[in-house]
Every structure is written in C-alpha cells, then in structure tokens.
C-alpha cells in the first residue's frame, strides 16, 4: 500500500479532476472547489519544505566547518532577522502589518530588491561577452540566426531614415517565421504535456513517488 | 551630502549592488557575502509571506471559526515533512499523489485546450482566412505569402520535432525546412533578449543615478 | 610578453579579455544616462491594442491585474505596472490585483501604494481602498489559484492581503471571479503568464492582454494571433510604448537611449568577433 494506495489517489483523482471540466452540475462545480481548496493548503505545506532544506544545509555547513561555513551564517542570519521583524510586526501591529513593519520593508527594499536586481542585471554583461565570443556566423543556419537577431536588435536602435525599412523587417521576422516557429515548438510542447499527464494518471510515470 | 535615514537606507542598497556588481572583476567576498545574505534574506521573507498570506487565512482562521473539517488538509501538508525521515519517507507520497492527481487532472483538459486545440484551430484558421479574403478580393500578395510561410513553417517545424520517423527525402526536406523556420524564431528570441538583459542593467544604472543624486543634491 | 607579440591581429580580435567589453559596456551605458537623451518610440499594434482596450472600459468597469514578477525583472516589468494602473485610475476603472510570485508581494503592495499616491497628488480622484482598488495577494501554486479564480475569489482569497475580508470589500462583493471582470492584464517575468493563458483565460474565456519580459516575448506571439491574447508589451520596449502611447513618460523611454546605444556596442561586438573569426578561418585555409 505504500506505493499502490498513491497510485490509485493519483488515477481517480486525476480522473475525476479532467471529467469534471466537462460536467456542468452543481456538484461537480463544488467538488472543483473543495479540491483547489484543500490542494493549495497541501502546497502551502511544501512550499516550506525547501526553506526547512535551506535551514539543514546551511546548519550542517556551519556544523562541520565545511569551507565558506562563515557565510552560512550569513545565510541563516538574514534569514532569522526577516522573520523576528516580521514577527514583531505582527505582535506589536497585528497580523496585517506582519509584511508591512519598517525593519522588514527596508530589509526588503534595502537588501532584498538591490541584491537580486544586481545579481541578473550581470547578466547583460555575459551576454555582450557571448555574444563577442560564441556568435560566429560558421555556418548558413548560424548566419540566418545571427541575422534574424540583429535585425530584431536595430529595432531599438534609432537609425534615422533607415529605422522604417529595418521595423518593418522586424516585425515580419517576429510575426512571421517566428510566429511559425514558436507556435510548432507550444504545439509539441503541449503534446508533452498532455503525454505526461496522461502517463502520470496511468502510473506509468511514477518518479514523484521517489525510492523505497 | 543628505544624511537623512531614507538617504542611508539607499546607502546600504547601493553597496549591496556595488558589492554584487563586484562579480564583474572576479569573485571575492564581498560578492560571496551579499550572495549568501540574499538567499538568507529571501528565504526569511518567503516562510513569513506564507506563514501571514496563506497559512493563516486558509488554514488556521477556519479552524478558529470552527471548520474542523480543515484539520485534514492540516494533517496531509505535515506528512509531506517525513520526506526528510529514512524509514517513514512513504508516508509523504499520499499528500504527493494528491496534489499531483489534481493537478495532472486539471492540466490535461486546459493544456489540451489552451496548447494544441486553440494552437491547431488557429492554424487552420489561416488557411481559411486566406480563403475568405481572396473570394472578397481583399487578399494581397504579401498577405498570401505570409499565410503561406507561416503555414509550411508550423508543418515543418513541426516534422522537424517528429523523431519517430527517420528524416528523409520529403519528410527530411520537411524538418529540414523547420530547422531554418527555427533559427529564425531563436534569432528573434535572441535579440529580445540582448534588449531584456541590457535593461536589467539600466535600471541599475538609473538608481545608482537616483541615489547619487539624493545624496549629493 | 613573447606570446603577446606573436599574436596576429584576427587572433587579437578573438582574445579580447571581456572585462574590457564589461568596461566598455558599462561605460557606454553610464555616458548615455548623464547626457539623458530620449530617442523616438516606435509603437507597434500589439501595444496599442492593450492601451485601447483600456482606453474603450468605461467608468466602474473592472481589470484583474496579475502582477507575477520579482526584483529580478523590476527593471522591464514595474514601468509597465505604474503606467497601466495610472490609465486605468484615470479612466476611473476598478482593480483586482494578485501577486502571484513569491518574492514579488511587497513589490506590488508598495507599487499600488506609489501609483495611488501618483495619481492622487496630480490632481486625480481619491482612490478608496476596497471600492476602487483591491489587492488580493499570493498564494503558492500559480495554475491552482488561478484556475480556483474562475471559480470564486474565495477559494484562494477568502481575505486579502491585509487580511481583511473579501466579503466586507464593496468591490469583491460585486465581482466574484474572473468571470465578472472584464479583462485581465498579467504583468509577469515567469511561466506564470502561461497559467493565465490556459488555466485562467482559456479556461472560462475571459479577455487577457500580457506584459512580460524580453527573454519571454517571442514565445507569446502564437497566441496573440490566434487570439487568445489581445495585446502583448514585450520588455523595456513595450513598455516604452505604452508610457509613450499614455503620455506617461518614465524609466523605459528614459532607457530606451541607454538600449539603443548598448545595441549598437553588442552589434560591433558581434561584427568584431565574426572578422576575426573568418581572418583565423582563412589564415587557416592557407596553412
């Protein structure tokens, strides 16, 4: 039963979840809800099964003075301090000010916001770098490619008299062959999924239930 | 200079992207640090946003209102943690099987819908527009070739993913007709994404900008 | 230093050390943000129709508005938000906003809170919180929520952000799910935009226009043909667009200058390398 009993959760429910689409009763209307409702009460439960992760990893780095353990303390220590402001917040303020307190709003606009705006905005300089470096026209398919993105590229850039001419090249590549391209690539895509689902329900696909 | 305690909060902000920006040269601690400090940080805000926005409302306040039927899904959201126990893992897969039951039900009726159904009716739907406007008379030469382009460029992009058949002569000319439709659509995506990356660091840029001149104006 | 010397020129062209082309880059940017130079917007339809689409609503009538991004693409998808609400405000339409990713709540609350302040210090009318502008929140599971949305606020919303009562709010009394809106705009830099597409949209009908980052852009243009979007703001561009269309000049015109020079120095890049790609390939075919 403990591989079985999951399987069978995951047919009938998985069954009943796709008929009900197509039942247009009371019933199933208020199966639907009873199900979304308690499914993301479920979620909200593994969602903290990551932050409990982070919390052993970070403790067992510092525990055995692994290298860089010093900045697991970091890790912990910002965690810890978002979550005594906020608890504060909410004895001190009540419940609707837990995400509003003044310590926990700075953290956040002050640490949380420049740091991970920062940290993608990196990603402009590797990308001028591959560009520089990976983007060889070597072959006709990587020509076409290198001038598809260029052109798209000159749509920002204003070029006086020339821009008319290159935006309307742009926008035919963008709502032409690409247009073809992504929607044979959402397609398959979507065949995926509908397979996987498909499989999942079956149990053929059976990787969540993970090793005995 | 404007040493208000707005101005230093910006202060540490700016440092915090200084230090980030850092990387750039090479890696060293001050990066290691506001990396480590942002994970912290975001964890911490991320188990109090579902502790106050989605534990509380959904689970707790009715339980306090006396909607004891919500002790179940209470119960279920806490077998999930023995997926840390070696030996009581198993008793994780029932609220697994759960969520993925209603999740993999209700993705395979709207993904059908929104993904193929939608995407082939539309399809199709070119051709039939195609039709319609030459019988009025309102179909222009530039139309008709996009239509057409675009058709072909789904068939064969599509043949181009079909591996169950060897890619030769007609089918071959079909997927190798995709392949170029294709690089085309991952060259468009390319330079949308040079733009994407270019104002991540813009916006940098203007709040360093923003903080300097708070400071010093 | 021997080696140095013994590098051909096309062999310079491909050794370049890239912090220098980081140098270059940052510097170009940083130029064009002290000279503040704007550049003409060229505006396309799929950004127009969004904007008209609003502009045709009448007064009271009600937007959902999905706000599914974090500080990580603030910088493309924030110009977006404020100039959609300030229209929206404008034209005395209702809010319905959800926040659905979870870094990005407080980003939204203090972005309703800035965009209200906005539009009531230029002279606009009060917006009273729960009549004229109401903000749900997150919750995990962006395709449950949203699908639960088509069906009754209630089901993930039973209160809102600040939790107070959905119940006791006279615009969600009036609007029960996505079915009484009469648009959704999602604002978003994660798949969540693809929930909104199959499992919000497609699933009960409802109009939805999208506004999303660059590096997602493209892939959302097969639905905006065949209709299941009706408008589509693709990165700093689109937001460009829809600044300049709403006469709301901010951050994205302002960086549009900085985009284009940046474009140009990448492009010479790129030209650079392929010279110095083909000069190897060819000292190569000679040996």
Not at chain 3, 161 to 176: A, E, F, G, K, W
Not at chain 3, 209 to 215: E, M, Y
Request: aromatic letters at 12%; charged letters at 15%.
């Amino acid at each position: 039963m403990k591989r079985q009993f999951p399987l069978i959760l995951v047919f009938v429910l998985g069954v009943i979840m796709a008929l009900v689409e197509f039942i247009p009763l009371d019933w199933a209307k208020d199966f639907k809800e009873f199900a979304l409702d308690w499914t993301i009460i479920i979620g909200v439960f593994a969602m903290g099964l990551g932050i409990w992760s982070l919390i052993r990893v970070s403790a067992d780095r510092i525990s055995r003075r692994q290298e860089n353990w010093g900045y697991s303390i970091v890790t912990l220590a910002g965690l810890a301090a978002m979550m005594a402001f906020s608890i504060y917040s909410w004895i001190t303020a009540g419940l609707e000010n837990a995400m509003s307190g003044y310590m926990f709003e700075h953290f956040f606009d002050h640490v949380m916001v420049p740091i991970q705006a920062t940290m993608f905005s990196l990603l402009a300089f590797f990308i001028a770098s591959a560009a520089y470096r990976a983007f060889r026209a070597r072959s006709l398919l990587a020509s076409l490619l290198l001038l598809a993105a260029v052109v798209v590229m000159l749509r920002v850039v204003y070029l006086g008299p020339i821009s008319p001419p290159i935006n309307v090249a742009a926008d035919w590549i963008i709502n032409v062959p690409n247009l073809a391209a992504k929607r044979a690539i959402l397609i398959g895509v979507g065949l995926g999924i509908v397979a996987t689902a498909l499989k999942v329900i079956l149990g053929i696909e059976r990787a969540y239930l993970g090793r005995d | 200079m404007n040493l208000t305690a707005e101005n230093l909060w910006l202060t540490a902000a700016a440092l915090a992207t200084l230090c980030t920006m850092s990387f750039l040269y090479k890696d060293n601690p001050f990066y290691k640090f506001a990396e480590h400090l942002v994970v912290g940080v975001s964890a911490g805000y991320f188990t109090m946003l579902l502790i106050v926005t989605s534990l509380w409302p959904k689970l707790v306040d009715p339980l306090r209102d006396g909607n004891y039927w919500y002790i179940i899904p209470g119960l279920l959201g806490i077998m999930m943690y023995f997926r840390f126990s070696k030996s009581q893992s198993w008793v994780a897969r029932y609220p697994i099987a759960i969520y993925i039951g209603i999740g993999t039900g209700l993705s395979l009726v709207v993904e059908f819908q929104a993904r193929i159904i939608e995407q082939l009716n539309a399809t199709i739907g070119i051709a039939a527009t195609m039709k319609a406007d030459s019988a009025a008379g309102a179909l222009t030469t530039l139309d008709a070739i996009n239509s057409l382009i675009i058709l072909l460029g789904i068939v064969c992009g599509l043949a181009y993913f079909y591996f169950s058949k060897e890619h030769k002569g007609w089918f071959g000319g079909a997927a190798s007709m995709g392949i170029w439709m294709l690089m085309v659509g991952f060259g468009a995506s390319f330079g949308y994404t040079v733009m994407a990356r270019i104002s991540l660091f813009i916006q940098r840029v203007q709040f360093l900008g923003d903080w300097w001149q708070r400071l010093f104006a | 230093m021997a080696d140095a010397k013994r590098l051909s020129f096309n062999e310079r062209l491909l050794k370049i050390d890239r912090r220098w082309i980081f140098l270059l880059l940052a510097m170009v940017v940083i130029l064009v943000y002290l000279l503040d130079v704007t550049v003409p917007v060229y505006v396309t339809e799929e950004v127009r129709n969004i904007y008209e689409r609003i502009e045709a609503l009448k007064e009271g009538d009600v937007i959902l508005l999905g706000l599914d991004y974090d500080p990580s693409t603030l910088a493309e998808l924030n110009p977006m938000t404020f100039t959609v609400l300030k229209q929206c405000f404008h034209k005395k339409v209702k809010v319905i906003v959800t926040a659905l990713h979870q870094n990005g709540p407080t980003l939204a609350d203090q972005v309703l809170r800035e965009a209200t302040a906005i539009h009531e210090g230029g002279g606009g009318d009060k917006i009273v919180y729960g009549t004229d502008l109401v903000y749900l929140g997150y919750k995990p599971y962006p395709a449950l929520v949203i699908n639960s949305l088509g069906q009754d606020f209630h089901i993930s919303f039973p209160a809102d952000y600040y939790n107070t009562s959905i119940d006791s709010l006279p615009l969600t009394q009036r609007v029960h799910n996505l079915t009484d809106v009469n648009a959704i705009i999602n604002i978003s830099g994660t798949s969540a935009t693809d929930y909104w597409i199959s499992y919000g949209a497609a699933a009960y009908n409802v109009p939805l226009a999208i506004g999303v980052t660059g590096v997602m852009a493209t892939d959302y243009y097969p639905y905006l043909q065949s209709g299941r979007v009706f408008g589509l703001m693709g990165g700093l561009k689109g937001a460009a667009e829809y600044e300049h269309l709403a006469n709301n000049p901010g951050d994205a015109i302002q960086g549009m200058a900085m985009q284009m020079w940046a474009h140009l120095l990448i492009i010479f890049f790129i030209i650079i390398g392929n010279i110095g790609y083909l000069l190897s390939r060819r000292a190569q075919a000679k040996e």
